[in-house]
Structure formats: C-alpha cells, structure tokens
Nanobody, 116 residues
Framework: QVQFVESGGGLVQPGESLKLSCTGP????????MGWYRQAPGDERDFLAA????????FIRESVRGRFFISRDNDKNTVYLQMNNLKSEDTAVYYC?????????WGQGIQVTVSS
C-alpha cells in the first residue's frame, strides 16, 4: 500500500520550533497539491496548510497562520511544515496527504508533543 511517511516530530517545550518532513513516491507526490493535517486526542483530523504542486501558492489555516509555514521540494518528493512558537494546543499527530486528502494515502503520522 502506498503511503506518505512523516518524520521530524518529538517532544518540545512551549515556544520552541520543529520542522516536519513528509515523503512519498514521485508518482503520488509531484503532480499534486499537498497538505498537512493534524489530529489531537479526542478530536477529528483537521486541515492545517496546503501548497500547490508548482510550489507557487500556499494556504495556512488562520489558527496557525504566522507560526506555521509549508514548503516543498519536488526534487526530493518532500513537503515540509515549519512550526514556530509551538503551544501546548499544537500537541497532536501530524499527517501529510494530498490536498484535498486522498483516503488511501494516509500514513502513520508523526507525534508532536508540546509540554513543559
């Protein structure tokens, strides 16, 4: 089964930064707009950010705008999520997928825990 693979998560203190990475096979990465999503304990999976396949347009959800930034490197089949000034409410499992998301391509996600 083809899936995206996320990395770069971990435990950080409030105010710190993390940069998440997500890779996938080229045939499901390059031609597609990509997005980052997250699921906090007990919540639904929510959309966070998206970037066009051409790397020219980005959209960041208002609740994290100014702290989270999305980018991609099509040569590396990788999309990134730079997260700054992390808060406890950012604790969640983070996923990447197409935007809109393709149900068959969800990976395991990566845990991000923000705690002092």
């Amino acid at each position: 089964q083809v899936q995206f693979v996320e990395s770069g998560g971990g435990l950080v203190q409030p105010g710190e930064s993390l940069k998440l990475s997500c890779t996938g096979p080229g045939n499901i990465f390059k031609p597609f707009d990509m997005g980052w999503y997250r699921q906090a304990p007990g919540d639904e999976r929510d959309f966070l950010a998206a970037i066009s396949w051409s790397n020219t347009t980005t959209f960041i959800r208002e609740s994290v705008r100014g702290r989270f930034f999305i980018s991609r490197d099509n040569d590396k089949n990788t999309v990134y999520l730079q997260m700054n000034n992390l808060k406890s409410e950012d604790t969640a499992v983070y996923y990447c997928n197409h935007y809109p998301a393709a149900p068959d391509y969800w990976g395991q996600g990566i845990q991000v825990t923000v705690s002092s």
